[in-house]
């Protein structure tokens, strides 16, 4: 499957997204490359900074966003379990969090067969397979979060809100996720 953007953003180009593993949570492995990242049953030595996701098995992107229009993909590879975003960069890493705007991560998931839309209460999204890889757009002076089905020009969930501060992409991790392309 090749990797493009959709039509309606073909002016953007799209944004090189590398993970910050000083984020990760202990039990998730970023590769070498820090593109793909992976979750391990087995909880890694490494140091528990202030950065640190230490209960979510989450990981940020290294980048943060201040201004600009922004575009990334991830391929979840048949994974069931994951969630992707952005999230503020003073965003808590400490104890659990709960997915929604007011914790400042505007994000989807799909847990248990179903894909939502992170919010309180979480809303249900109309997908019923797995899109196996999905389209992050970030317009920051617009205040927009944009979800899509790389290849079908379809837009799953937009959240739309006023940023302050900088933004980085968040992953949640159960599936290994790789960034595309």
Same mark, same amino acid.
């Given at each position: #499957?090749?990797? &493009?953007? +959709? $039509?309606? $953003?073909?002016?953007?180009?799209?944004? #090189?997204? !590398?993970?910050?593993?000083?984020?990760a949570?202990p039990?998730?492995? %970023? @590769?070498?490359?820090?593109?793909?990242?992976?979750?391990?049953? *087995?909880?890694?030595?490494?140091?528990?900074?202030?950065?640190?996701?230490?209960?979510?098995?989450? %990981?940020?992107?290294?980048?943060?966003?201040?201004?600009?229009?922004?575009?990334?993909?991830?391929?979840?590879? =048949? =994974?069931?379990?994951?969630?992707?975003? %952005? &999230?503020?960069?003073?965003?808590?890493?400490? =104890?659990?969090?709960?997915?929604? +705007?007011?914790?400042? !991560?505007? &994000? #989807?998931?799909?847990?248990?067969?179903?894909?939502? &839309?992170?919010?309180?209460?979480?809303?249900? *999204?109309?997908?019923?397979?797995?899109?196996?890889?999905?389209?992050?757009?970030?317009?920051?002076?617009?205040? $927009?979060?944009?979800?899509?089905?790389?290849? #079908?020009? /379809? /837009?799953?969930? !937009?959240? /739309?809100?006023?940023?302050? =501060?900088?933004?980085h992409?968040?992953f949640? %991790?159960? @599936?290994?996720?790789?960034?595309?392309?």
């Amino acid at each position: #499957m090749g990797w &493009a953007l +959709p $039509l309606m $953003l073909c002016p953007i180009s799209a944004a #090189m997204v !590398i993970l910050d593993p000083d984020t990760a949570h202990p039990c998730l492995l %970023v @590769s070498e490359n820090q593109r793909s990242v992976k979750w391990r049953d *087995l909880w890694q030595d490494v140091p528990d900074n202030p950065g640190r996701f230490d209960c979510e098995t989450c %990981v940020l992107g290294l980048e943060g966003f201040t201004s600009g229009q922004h575009y990334w993909e991830v391929d979840f590879g =048949g =994974g069931r379990t994951w969630a992707v975003g %952005v &999230a503020r960069e003073s965003v808590r890493r400490k =104890g659990w969090i709960n997915f929604s +705007p007011e914790e400042m !991560i505007w &994000a #989807m998931d799909q847990c248990g067969g179903h894909f939502r &839309a992170c919010t309180s209460p979480d809303i249900l *999204l109309p997908l019923t397979v797995s899109p196996g890889r999905i389209g992050v757009y970030l317009d920051y002076e617009q205040g $927009l979060v944009s979800f899509y089905q790389p290849g #079908m020009e /379809t /837009t799953i969930y !937009i959240f /739309t809100t006023s940023f302050t =501060g900088k933004l980085h992409p968040f992953f949640w %991790v159960y @599936s290994p996720i790789t960034l595309c392309p």
